[in-house]
T-cell receptor
Framework: GNSVTQMEGPVTLSEEAFLTINCTYT??????LFWYVQYPGEGLQLLLK?????DKGSNKGFEATYRKETTSFHLEKGSVQVSDSAVYFC?????????FGAGTRLTVKP | NAGVTQTPKFRILKIGQSMTLQCAQD?????MYWYRQDPGMGLKLIYY???????DKGEVPNGYNVSRSTTEDFPLRLELAAPSQTSVYFC?????????????FGEGSWLTVV
């Protein structure tokens, strides 16, 4: 079945550092890939998505490219801010269901 | 625009009690989902529905039941609550089978079984 493997955290960075959170997937067919963000006490919010191979999703300075050859969808940001502190989830959507990675907690220190 | 609404937000149950978590969406989405999130863990799919009258099991369905009598509502029933069901529960919805459609989440229901 479909599954997502996400880099384990927690990750602690200083402000303006470069961020990479790794995500790989296993899937049949042609899934769509997502990154969701969860702030404390809240539900998950869509950060970005890509619906086919080689697509790049981007939002708020975050980027991720759908790499079919390496079955990956790594999240990157060139310069993180304290306000980016949250839990980030990689997710894969098939036609019926959606599977999530375990989540990576990011803490950005001033 | 309310989106996905879950009630209650917080609940404490005693072992063996039953309860229903309510979920409603006002976006006319066909697909609806229930997930649970254990502390420090990712989301596990409990049940999902692809339309009124149709439900199916996810990864962790044991101890739960669902129904989908209308497009808007997708309640999750816990029978004979156990401490292992202490978790945060999220309801979510999506417009259609197209995998690229965004899934929208409710704010979560915090359940403690003691």
């Amino acid at each position: 079945g479909n599954s997502v493997t996400q880099m384990e955290g927690p990750v602690t960075l200083s402000e303006e550092a470069f961020l990479t959170i790794n995500c790989t997937y296993t899937a049949t067919g042609y899934p769509s890939l997502f990154w969701y963000v969860q702030y404390p006490g809240e539900g998950l919010q869509l950060l970005l998505k890509a619906t086919k191979a080689d697509d790049k999703g981007s939002n708020k300075g975050f980027e991720a490219t759908y790499r079919k050859e390496t079955t990956s969808f790594h999240l990157e940001k060139g310069s993180v801010q304290v306000s980016d502190s949250a839990v980030y989830f990689c997710a894969l959507a098939g036609n019926n269901d959606m599977r999530f990675g375990a989540g990576t907690r990011l803490t950005v220190k001033p | 625009n309310a989106g996905v609404t879950q009630t209650p937000k917080f609940r404490i149950l005693k072992i063996g009690q039953s309860m229903t978590l309510q979920c409603a969406q006002d976006m006319n989405h066909n697909y609806m989902y229930w997930y649970r999130q254990d502390p420090g863990m990712g989301l596990k799919l409990i049940y999902y529905s692809v339309g009124a009258g149709i439900t199916d099991k996810g990864e962790v369905p044991n101890g739960y039941n669902v129904s989908r009598s209308t497009t808007e509502d997708f309640p999750l029933r816990l029978e004979l609550a156990a401490p292992s069901q202490t978790s945060v529960y999220f309801c979510a919805s999506r417009d259609s089978a197209y995998s690229g459609n965004t899934i929208y989440f409710g704010e979560g229901s915090w359940l403690t079984v003691v």
